[in-house]
């Protein structure tokens, strides 16, 4: 066991575990923020992707030692009240059915907006291609995403 100072939320946290624990584990067992979701837990989903240093990353493959002193954002840290324009947009849109994925696309997103605040909807299709829906919400997922990108402009 190692320890590690982690930037989680705008929050230092400092926790022990092993190095190569994937840091989906660490932000549900150490730190509780569970927003964060187990998929498939090979990172071919995106139920588990969260921004490192605004980057969308797939945290169940990404071990807590590649995450120190990194900027880590969880579904959690968006918004304390579900205000951003991202959670917004999605409400609005109808996104969410069984809501499993919901986190995983929402934090994509985000990630996309914060880099490009106009994007094309072969941008967006591109950005949040591996985020997988079983309920297929794509077309409402699309919708969402030139919402939230109009409402951050």
Not at 61 to 77: D, N
Not at 82 to 100: E, F, I, M, R
Not at 104 to 123: F, H, R, V, W, Y
């Amino acid at each position: 066991m190692a320890n590690f100072k982690l930037n989680v939320n705008g929050t230092s946290h400092d926790v022990e575990a092993a190095s190569d624990t994937p840091i989906l584990w660490v932000l549900r067992d150490h730190l509780q923020l569970v927003g964060t979701k187990y998929g498939c837990g090979i990172g071919q989903c995106g139920a588990c992707t969260i921004p490192l240093d605004g980057q969308a990353v797939r945290s169940c493959s990404l071990p807590v030692s590649a995450a120190t002193g990194r900027k880590i954002t969880t579904i959690e840290g968006l918004s304390e009240d579900g205000s951003h324009p991202v959670q917004q947009a999605w409400l609005q849109h109808d996104v969410p059915q069984c809501g499993y994925c919901q986190a995983g696309q929402i934090m994509t997103a985000s990630a996309l907006l914060q880099k490009n605040a106009n994007p094309s909807d072969s941008e967006i299709e591109t950005a949040m291609n591996g985020n997988l829906c079983r309920c297929g919400t794509y077309t409402r997922i699309r919708s969402a995403v030139k919402t939230a990108a109009e409402k951050m402009g």
